[in-house]
């Protein structure tokens, strides 16, 4: 069997500036802040504006032009509590994280915010991040490897009565979580995202993952990845998933020649030495690859000025340019997007004023509304 997309409306998240620099590594003026004042009301203002989820960043020491950061699980929890629907992807580091620990963790927030929270499992590209907290630094693969362990362990903990994983990485016996965390039909643990390009992050995705995050693509390439991802999944016997988050940055303005003066600006003024290191550090990560498919292995320099690869999604336009190209996406199987701003506040803002009801009329439109339409099951 496979998912009818109808049975879901298409969700949307933003990426949460739990770091200072913003989501481009440009000097163009960035009306952000990576305080948590500024973030509270950020997030209120998504809420109110329709959007599904936040991504909480993770980096543990300065970097490539992110001189701050706040840790992105206790920063998540914050947030949670200052809102009311917004779910909160909080990403951690196998590696830095025991499973157990974060379980539990997991377990106490996702009462404390009647289930709104989720994890990102990021494997991992900054070997210094590793380096300077004296942990090991593992080859690619086995870094996916670690954290394939880490995604099963965590499900097993949630949802079985008496946890117990005997893995390469992991080893859990007999331990009983309580309170777990809430439960409901569709949604059995909190949700696991992962992401990734490469041929073990697919793996994994198509394995274990309940959502899987892409770097940004144009339509090529989110079919290549959909099929990839589908076709993992088959062989695992799975036919729940994983649902498709694809990143983009995202440039609304009154004209497509504003929004394309936007994007000019933002590479003519890119931090060169920051784009350079940052370049320099990821092509690594997934040039290390045996079959060099990771993440940026082929991204340009315009590419690497937002740092995962935002402008190749190309939602960047009018609201009713973005909005058609959202909805094709949609056509393709893509379930969330996660947007990106220059001026997080008032773009996200305008993003549910003008885009999100766009966005609607033409799923309606497309027979991609779940309200309208049936949901039949496809063998």
Sequence with gaps: MTRDITRDPLRF???VPNVSGGLVVSTIEQRTDWSFEYNRELARIAERAGFDYALSQVRYTASYGAEYQHESTSFSLALLLATERLKLIAAVHPGLWQPGVLAKWVATADHLSNGRVAVNV???WFADE????GEPWLEHDERYRRSAEFIQVLREIWTKEEANFAGDFYRIRDFSLKPKPLAWEGRPHPEIFQGG????ARGNGGRYSDWYFSNGKDFDGVREQLADLRAIASEAGRTDGPRF???GFIIVRDSEHEARET???IVAKAHVEAVEGFGSAVKQAGQSTSDKRGMWADSSFED????NDGFRTGLIGTAEQVAE???EYRRLGVDLILGGFLHFQEEVEAFGRDVIPLVREMEVDAGLDPAAVPVPVAS
């Design 130 to 133: 590793f380096r300077q907290l």
């Design 122 to 124: 990021v494997s991992g």
């Design 245 to 247: 988050g694809l990143n």
């Design 325 to 327: 190209r959202i909805v």
């Design 13 to 15: 998240a933003y990426w």
């Design 304 to 307: 690497l000025v937002q740092y």
């Design 197 to 200: 390009n490469s041929t073990a």
């Design 263 to 265: 994007l000019r600006e």
